[in-house]
């Protein structure tokens, strides 16, 4: 092993830190026996050889003395070897799309030939990997560990899907060790969505669907079904062949999950293993992997319920049986998943959640904090349908805190709770939220909280906020108490406008970073704001330019149309000028508040609307229920509000309250809107996956507009 690695001048090669002179230290660190040295050697690969994914000339070199140890019977620790190897060939990257540090030509052509011989070089060793994968007998290489690498990296770097396919089917019929059966089964999913169409893909789907069955007939039938192998086969069959699916998959799935919680298991269906303790920061991810995995009893079956969620997509009738089945389950591990799961699916699934919302909500009845701070934080989220989990949520905040909830409270498991409840605008939260505001930290979201609430409610809330903005005031402290004005405006206070005003009037810089604030409380109050109409008429006349819509729609809620000519002056500033996104955004909005009373502003909204570019996006919308609202005219809205609905996401729920207002003369929009309304993902589920949450909120608020619409239009 290793012949020939002193002969190369490694010194006159480079890895990311400098001279490759330490490479064969590095190579001959892999083939320690002791498996500290291997993850220093393997940790120093990584961060140097192969540097976030870089390639270099040492890189290229090591490929055939990787190679070396991968056949080296008996060494320990090959199948991070193969892992390393997988990376630096690359799996089909384009270094068009990739970035690189020189905009020198020949430099960036060598360096894509770079990457080309890197790629060829581990694309020769795939042989030798089909050989070692080939071995009819477990017991002639017993390293697990290899295994479980190489079926996945045979499907990425060997070149007849034929042989790969063979080698797998192989390999089922004698594995003894689960996860090496989990990564067949994962390869022969990987094999059918690479080579799609082919006939070895068509074959790999085909055993797939044998192994979903515990107990079938196919190749490692016999001890398939204990080692998760119908769970992972639902999974690929979900990625390559939907199609395939049995209509038993919730139950299947559920069955193996049954059977994985029973086990008490290390995190691969065997002994937990002895790890070593290096100070590298592969070791500080393994241990930080191996410290969330041992919270589930098998986290295996839990990975793969992930998966499946992900690979199941649109299937949402699957997803919420599966979802379900998981937040009953009695393992702390499985429900820790389920909730995270439950937060990412729920708000950007449309379907049956009423069940899956009460079950969340039941996680707020258990005695371990970290199940109820992680449930509550979801269920804010879900606020818009949460209403199945609002009596475990007042049970759980009615209990009490487990001390004073002082500046820190939202990060406890009584404070998570109390927000959720919140959201929902249950008044059941209030008494929580008066010892909160006594002396705890404002919640950014208490206005719209507020706002959700029912008038008694408020009124219960509302000498608290007063009282706390009044100390806020005399005590000078008003720089960072927006939250607290806009919350005690949303309650109707009538504190609340003279510190708006006097905010404003306030010399000097010293509260600019609330004056915003300010001028959306006054907006809230309405007519109730009436003292600040001289104060709001300055400002939108000759106020800093970033303040002047915000003070003319303050003024139009104060001083309504008798403050029409002010109010339309500031916003056709802005619509005729330079100043776009936000600014512009604001004007648009506001103009759809006036309704007919911004008719006036008509020319510069046709202006706009024959002018794209200039009004896009996520402004279309508004810009299409300005149009509609201040002009009336249902020939020309239609086209215009139809555009917004397919220019951006955001808009739908606008433009569907702008046809539902139409009443039937919004007919045609009526595919539209049964397209939509037909939808299993919510308007603005962009695809996102992991602790990616959307605002269902808005979705619903579609769903319902969407729906009006439609009765409307008789359709």
């Not at 909830?405 to 709770?417: C, I, N, R």
């Not at 600014?583 to 008509?602: D, F, K, N, V």
């Amino acid at each position: 092993m290793f012949t020939g690695i002193d002969g190369i001048d490694w010194a006159s090669m480079s890895h990311a830190y400098g001279a490759a002179d330490d490479v064969p230290a590095l190579l001959r660190g892999l083939a320690s026996p002791d498996a500290e040295e291997r993850e220093s050697a393997l940790d120093g690969m990584y961060g140097a050889v192969h540097h976030q994914g870089d390639v270099y000339d040492c890189t290229v070199a090591c490929v055939p003395f990787l190679f070396e140890l991968v056949a080296t019977d008996g060494l320990p620790g090959r199948g991070e070897v193969v892992e390393l190897l997988c990376g630096i060939h690359g799996d089909g990257r384009d270094p068009e799309t990739m970035d690189f540090w020189s905009d020198d030509e020949e430099e960036y052509a060598a360096w894509a030939a770079l990457l080309a011989r890197a790629e060829s070089k581990v694309r020769a060793g795939a042989g030798m990997l089909l050989g070692l994968l080939a071995r009819a007998d477990a017991s002639s290489d017993p390293d697990a560990g290899l295994r479980r690498a190489l079926p996945k990296a045979l499907v990425r770097l060997h070149d007849d899907p034929e042989a790969v396919l063979a080698a797998l089917r192989g390999r089922l019929a004698v594995e003894d060790d689960p996860a090496a059966l989990r990564a067949v089964v994962a390869a022969l999913g990987e094999l059918a969505v690479r080579r799609a169409r082919s006939a070895a893909a068509l074959a790999a789907v085909d055993v797939l669907t044998t192994l979903v069955a515990p107990g079938g007939s196919g190749p490692g039938a016999g001890n398939a079904a204990g080692a998760g192998v119908p769970l992972a086969a639902l999974v690929q069959l979900a990625r390559c062949a939907p199609d395939r699916l049995p209509g038993t998959t919730a139950a299947v799935a559920s069955e193996v999950m049954r059977r994985a919680r029973e086990e008490d298991a290390g995190p691969d269906g065997t002994a937990w293993p002895a790890t070593p303790e290096t100070p590298t920061l592969l070791g500080h991810l393994r241990r930080l992997r191996a410290s969330h995995r041992r919270t589930a009893r098998a986290p295996w079956a839990t990975e793969l319920l992930t998966r499946l969620h992900e690979a199941l997509d649109d299937r949402v009738a699957e997803r919420f049986a599966l979802l379900e089945d998981q937040l009953r389950s009695p393992d702390w591990g499985q429900r820790r998943e389920a909730i995270d799961t439950a937060g990412q699916f729920l708000t950007g699934w449309r379907g049956p959640h009423e069940e899956s919302v009460r079950l969340l909500g039941e996680q707020l009845r258990e005695a371990d904090p970290r199940i109820v701070r992680w449930a509550g934080a979801e269920l804010a989220w879900l606020y818009a349908i949460g209403g199945p989990a609002a009596d475990a949520l007042a049970d759980r905040v009615t209990a009490g805190p487990a001390f004073a909830p002082q500046h820190p409270w939202a990060e406890t498991s009584y404070g998570s709770a109390l927000r959720a409840l919140a959201a929902q605008g249950d008044g059941r939260a209030v008494p929580g939220l008066v010892e909160v505001l006594r002396a705890g930290k404002v919640p950014e979201e208490l206005e719209a909280w507020i706002g959700r609430m029912d008038p008694a409610a408020v009124r219960r809330l509302t000498p608290v906020l007063e009282a706390r903005l009044t100390r806020s005031a005399a005590a000078g402290r008003l720089r960072g108490a927006g939250n607290l004005l806009r919350a005690a405006a949303a309650a109707g206070s009538a504190r609340a406008t003279g510190v708006a005003v006097g905010i404003l009037r306030a010399p000097g810089d010293a509260l600019r970073p609330v004056r915003p604030d300010a001028l959306r409380a006054l907006a809230r109050l309405g007519a109730e704001a009436g003292e600040a109409i001289p104060v709001l008429r300055e400002l939108t006349g000759s106020g800093p330019a970033h303040e002047r819509v915000l003070a003319a729609a303050a003024l139009w809620s104060a001083g309504g149309p008798d403050e029409s000519a002010a109010v339309l002056r500031a916003v056709s500033g802005v619509l005729t000028g330079e100043q776009r996104g936000t600014r512009r955004y604001q004007a648009l909005e506001l103009t759809g508040r006036m309704g007919p009373e911004a008719a006036a502003l008509l020319p510069e909204l046709r202006r706009l609307v024959a002018a794209p570019e200039e009004c896009g996006g996520w402004s279309a919308g508004s810009l299409a229920v300005a149009l509609w609202r201040a002009g009336g005219d249902v020939a020309e809205s239609l086209p215009v509000l139809a555009w917004a609905w397919g220019e951006h996401y955001d808009n739908r729920p606008a433009v569907a309250g702008a046809w539902a207002e139409m009443g039937a003369a919004a007919a045609p929009a009526v595919p539209l809107l049964r397209r939509e309304i037909a939808a299993v993902r919510r308007h603005n589920n962009t695809g996102g996956t992991g602790r990616m949450r959307y605002h269902c909120a808005d979705d619903e608020l579609l769903l319902a507009r969407a729906r009006t619409a439609l009765e409307a239009c008789g359709a």
